[in-house]
């Protein structure tokens, strides 16, 4: 029994570098990805940036699953979104888009500054302890890998529909600013392993994630811009219910589930509130 226990041992070992394995190809990735921008292939390099945000979203995972969580690999992660996510699509949107203007670099060095402030603040808010129990639901700002999926849009439709508005260098000065702005914003959104789906929605999402993989092959870069629009679209859900579990104390320790229900009995307990909050009306003083 003693050398079974042992030899399982051995196996076991070597999966815990698998998380930071899977980090550094991430940066791999990322590097690469200026080469290949460097060279004139910018669809190249945003097949990679997007690998790498592929990466990034299943090391902690994996991690969580081996129990190989480890300082160093935290290290090593946050050091990652910082050169695939700030360093590369800077680069990357600059070689590919700005290279001719003025404020290009300019913009793409606040885009680089802006993730990596907004990693230095996601590791600060590790160590808060005064935060509430939903904070850690919620991202404070964009979070790293799709605040690049964001900027590098401009790119995406250039590449689906040629040149056109889209394209021109003011416009992609400001589309990055702006880019940059969400980024160390102060915009709460939820976290994807917060999000729960109701079982009886299961196999349409399992439908469409299908699509989505079709898309990848088939439409790549309508795939990206839908991304973006689906995403941008969801920040004012994730702010109202960061709003709501604000303002429902009660409601931090329930599960996804039991919020629902929550919520649905506040709405039919209080029938008329959202109607009259969108026409502006107040209810008379004295009244229920």
Known sequence: MITSSKARGKRVVPLRILPSSMSVLAICAGLTSIRFALQGQPHVALALIAAAAILDGLDGR???ALDAESRMGAEIDSLA???????????????????????????????????????ARFNALLDDATQPSYAREFFVGIPAPAGAILALGPIAAKLQFG??????????????AACSMLVVSRIPMRK?????????LA???LASLAIVAAA??????????????AYLCYIPFSVRGHHWLAA?????????????????AIRRAQPNRRSMARLGLRRPAGRP
């Open 81 to 119: 979104d910082a050169v695939n996510f700030g360093v590369a699509p800077a680069v990357v949107i600059y070689v590919s888009m700005l290279s001719s203007s003025p404020a290009g670099w300019v913009v793409v060095l606040l885009y680089a500054v802006s993730i990596v402030l907004r990693l």
């Open 192 to 200: 994807m392993h917060a999000v729960s789906v109701p079982p009886n």
């Open 203 to 205: 196999a349409l999402l």
């Open 163 to 176: 040149v056109g508005w889209w394209t021109s260098p003011w416009v992609v000065c400001a589309w990055v």
């Open 248 to 264: 429902h104390p009660e409601a931090w320790g329930e599960k996804p589930k039991q919020r629902r229900a929550t919520r649905r």
């Open 216 to 229: 990848a092959f088939l439409f790549p870069y309508v795939l990206v811009m839908v991304v973006i629009v």
């Open 62 to 64: 994996v991690a969580r």
